[in-house]
């Protein structure tokens, strides 16, 4: 017979294929116990969620599934299924990830952190402040995980001007054995054992920047979408999330978390330490001419650089104030509702594919002699779609079918009636136990699919608590982003860990406090500025429920509340 443990090796080798075939005889009996249509959605959604979480499925053919099961299970028709794949949410993400190809393309990113880190200087807590606030501004545009992989390379190279080879560090870290040699390396020791620290410091910053960095814009990260795709799919009528109210809202609660966020990885591995020390010194200065020499060799900004910059901030600005809710945006100009966020973001990527790269010279057409070289535009369509992950925008398409089918099938009403019990939760406690709950969740889940599973979960309970909706969807997609504690809870963690420095129990020491700064930073925000911008404590029209069970329930809910009022 076989020995338990080679079985049980036997298991873990094959567990993929295993929960592959086990999950949907094991939601089965779902399909008898809940109502027929309702409880057939709920059969797919948990197969997806349970997919999604084990990766038994990479996550884009996991996205795919509604499209072979909604309409064969009679939930949705395929026509109305398969355009959820592209809505307009998915070109605003497209656009976004095109014009981030554009900025690396031409090494726009490099430019930027290395001039960051000039200004911020070489001491420990300030160059781990200038790989923050890098990393968190270029995510913003980038995805998180290009920032932190090309972020990281340029800590490297600095940390190990600063101090040395890390092998050497490590040796020096290690306790000798002779009693005569100890007394001369305790000291040796010490430093290398604070070198140690700081440059764990740098290398766990740089991820948790990325990931908070990427909640300040729509088109930041995944989840952000989501929200707005599914707003749209649930609450026809809310226009309130856009590109630039988006800003507004994220763009202080990112800054507020990163300055939190930084005093806490800096108080955590020494780079708060000043001491003076003459070595200290003369390595920081090797630093400096680390980056100087850096920056140097980029050489002076070429046409094509200052073209994409130029496109850039267009980009940013155009998008910022189409319609920014506070002041008139320049969407006035064109006919209400006509012109959204995909519409000026692709705009703008289409101008990348013809403007010139060189600078164009009129001399060029009388001079016989100059080259006739064909002409470059700022980005060629094989390079977009070389960095395109196709696969996120499946995911995002998923989600959103996904969510159609839970509307459509009324899974999202009959989930809604069984939260009922948590009506008695005041709400401002309910957003923070939301924000917990998802930023544990999604340590062991992908973000998107996070998200995608439990957005429409808290937009029933809203509805059913009769608090608006936003109250509890922006921390819970804002919450999905905050994923610090394991290297396997986002790509940019991983890569972090990849480079072998770090331990998983530094995440997890690391990232437990970034968490609870997360949670308690959302809470603030949701409960001050969003709560005016967004106007927060009221049930607003748009949140009507569309069918008359769920209004006989919403005016229930009005009674008592008047009467306990």
């Known amino acids: 017979a076989m020995d338990p443990q080679k079985f049980s090796r036997k298991l873990w080798s094959a567990r993929k294929q295993l929960i592959l075939m086990l999950a949907p005889l094991l939601l089965l009996p779902l399909l008898f116990v809940v ?16 997919y999604w979480c084990t990766e038994a499925l990479p996550l884009a ?59 911020v200087g070489v001491k420990p807590a300030w160059l781990i402040l200038g790989m923050m606030i890098t990393s968190s501004f270029l995510s913003m545009w980038l995805s998180n995980t290009a920032t932190t992989a090309m972020m990281l390379p340029i800590a490297n190279a600095i940390l190990e001007s600063l101090f040395g080879n890390l092998e050497t560090l490590k040796e020096n870290c290690k306790d ?60 026809p009528e809310c226009d309130l999330i856009n590109f630039g109210s988006w800003f507004v809202f994220a763009f202080p609660l990112m800054l507020l978390f990163l300055i939190l966020g930084w005093i806490w990885i800096a108080f955590l591995y020494g780079g708060l330490n000043t001491r003076k020390h003459d070595e200290r010194e003369a390595a920081e200065a090797k630093a400096k001419a680390v ?3 850096d920056y140097k060799k980029l050489g002076p900004i070429k046409f094509a650089e200052g ?47 013809f403007f010139p790269s060189q600078c164009p010279s009129l001399c060029w057409w009388f001079d016989s002699r100059a080259s006739n070289t064909p002409y470059v535009p700022l980005l060629s369509w ?48 309910a957003v923070i136990l939301i924000t917990a709950f998802i930023a544990c969740f999604t340590e062991f889940a992908s973000n998107t699919a996070t998200i995608i599973i439990f957005l429409p979960v808290i937009a029933e309970l809203a509805i059913r608590v009769n608090v608006n909706p936003l109250y509890f969807m922006i921390p819970a997609t804002t919450g999905c982003s905050y994923a610090f504690m394991l290297p396997v809870s986002t790509p940019p963690n991983s890569i972090a860990f990849a480079s072998g420095h770090l331990m998983v129990k530094d995440m997890v020491k690391t990232g437990f406090v970034m968490n609870i700064l ?10 001050t500025w969003g709560l005016h911008m967004f106007s927060l404590h009221t ?18 809910a009005m009674a008592t509340m008047n009467m306990t009022g």
């Open 35 to 50: 109502p027929p249509k309702e409880g057939k959605c709920l059969y797919v959604v948990l197969l997806m969620a349970v």
């Open 61 to 119: 053919v996991t996205a795919m599934l509604p499209v072979c099961l909604f309409p064969t299970m009679g939930i949705l028709p395929s026509k109305k299924v398969c355009p959820q794949y592209f809505l307009e949410t998915n070109f605003l993400f497209l656009s976004g990830l095109v014009m981030a190809s554009a900025i690396e393309e031409w090494g726009l990113h490099r430019r930027i952190a290395l001039k960051v880190l000039k200004i």
């Open 176 to 235: 000798k054995s002779d009693p005569e040699e100890q007394k001369n390396l305790k000291e040796v020791r010490k430093e290398a054992e604070y070198q140690m620290k700081v440059w764990k410091g740098f290398l766990i910053s740089i991820p948790y920047a990325a990931s908070i960095g990427g909640t300040a814009t729509l088109t930041g990260t995944a989840p952000n979408l989501i929200l707005v795709g599914q707003l749209k799919s649930y609450f």
């Open 291 to 293: 980056i100087d020499e």
């Open 307 to 353: 073209s994409i910059t130029f496109f850039f901030i267009m980009f940013a600005i155009l998008l910022f104030t189409r319609d920014p809710k506070f002041v008139t945006g320049w969407s006035v100009f064109f006919t209400k509702g006509y012109v959204s966020d995909a519409v000026t973001g692709v705009i703008i990527i289409s101008i990348l594919f």
């Open 382 to 429: 094989r390079k977009a779609q070389e960095c395109v992950p196709w696969n996120i925008i499946l995911l995002l398409g998923g989600g959103f079918a996904m969510a159609k089918g839970c509307e459509e099938s009324g899974l999202a009403v009959w989930i809604g009636n069984h939260l009922q019990p948590l009506a008695q939760v005041p709400p401002a406690v």
């Open 518 to 527: 997360g949670i308690l930073c959302v809470s603030l925000a949701m409960n």
């Open 539 to 556: 049930y607003p029209d748009w949140a009507r429920p569309l069918n008359a069970s769920s209004a006989t329930v919403a005016t229930h």
